[in-house]
């Protein structure tokens, strides 16, 4: 089996759909997966998602089934320094480095800021529908792995958000959620693949093969978008934000 999760082209977040940018980068996400044997699209409720995948449905003549936990990640935690609530994993290297709970796929759950809002429960319902749709499609959750009759090579495709597809790479791969989130990227309208390896019969491995591929911008002679990285010394930082 194949898993693709493609997060949404380039985000106009005050009307919840794509900048001009990101209409051209789903036009060339369509190129790709338009030659694809994708037998199922599911698609996060969220304007940005919905017209991200429309392109390549479009062109298809397909229609995707809207998932509610696919949307963007929604945990959030309580700010210590404004007491607002703020998205759930922007903490700064120098506070959840120091933090041993962080770097436990389990005891994360734990620590005093993510305590004080609703994150783990968000990540648990996740999580919890990746592993209903995986049933689904005939695999099903055992410990670490996947237990399966029959290791198609069926392809799906999950149109969704930054931080909801590392919430699901976190959970495939066994790594905790924190180092994975801020070590790693999918920018606007990469893809990122899991493939199933079968080397005992029946249990199943999700072994990622391509995290954030922007092949086909590249392709396109389309830059990759900054959106969801972090303000840095080397490079241009325009565009760049903690939002999904």
């Known amino acids: 089996m194949k898993l693709l999760i493609v997060r949404h082209g380039e985000p106009d977040y005050a009307v919840d759909s794509l900048t001009e940018k990101g209409r051209r980068e789903a036009a060339l996400l369509a190129d790709r997966l338009c030659a694809l044997p994708i037998e199922h699209f599911y698609v996060s409720p969220l304007g940005r998602a919905r017209a991200t995948a429309e392109y390549t449905l479009k062109r298809l003549g397909r229609q995707a089934e809207t998932l509610d936990w696919l949307e963007e990640f929604r945990g959030r935690v309580v700010d210590p320094c404004t ?6 994993w922007d903490f700064a290297p120098q506070y959840w480095t120091r933090c041993p709970e962080l770097w436990d796929p389990e005891a994360w759950r734990e620590n005093a800021l993510i305590r004080t809002g609703n994150s783990a429960a968000i990540y648990d319902e996740t999580v919890r529908g990746l592993d209903a749709l ?10 670490h792995l996947y237990l399966a009759e029959k290791n198609t ?9 930054f931080g909801v597809g590392m919430a699901m790479l976190s959970h ?14 999918m920018a606007p309208s990469t893809v990122t693949t899991f493939v199933t390896e079968e080397r005992v019969p029946g249990q199943v491995w999700f072994r990622c093969t391509g995290l954030g591929d922007a092949s086909h911008l590249y392709a396109g002679n389309e830059p990759l978008s900054q959106f969801g990285r972090y303000r840095e010394r080397y490079g241009v930082d325009e565009g760049m934000g903690a939002k999904e």
């Open 83 to 88: 007491g607002e609530k703020s998205i759930a």
């Open 172 to 185: 495939l791969i066994g790594i905790p959620f924190y180092p994975a989130i801020h070590g790693f990227i």
């Open 134 to 143: 995986l049933l689904k499609h005939g695999y099903r959750r055992e410990g």
């Open 153 to 161: 090579d069926k392809t799906i495709c999950l149109f969704c958000h």
